[in-house]
């Protein structure tokens, strides 16, 4: 199914059902939800396996630079 989507998209990556899982969990995790809250509902016993879905992007990293203070 979800590859039918996909194709019917037009778009030329194939589109899995771990991939669905996969951007479900992601914006989750990136919209704020507690992890351990992403961890019961998507049935995973330990927080560590959600390491993977909340991997900073290289936004992420400079953005997180923005903080450090800098003489002007």
Do not use: C, W
């Amino acid at each position: 199914m979800f590859t039918a989507i996909g194709q019917g998209a037009g778009l030329e990556d194939d589109i899995t059902a771990h991939i669905g899982r996969h951007t479900f969990v992601t914006a989750l995790i990136r919209g704020g939800e507690d992890l351990v809250t992403v961890a019961e509902i998507v049935g995973h016993s330990r927080l560590a396996t959600l390491r993977v879905y909340s991997r900073p992007t290289d936004d992420d990293k400079h953005n997180a630079l923005r903080h450090l203070t800098t003489d002007r």
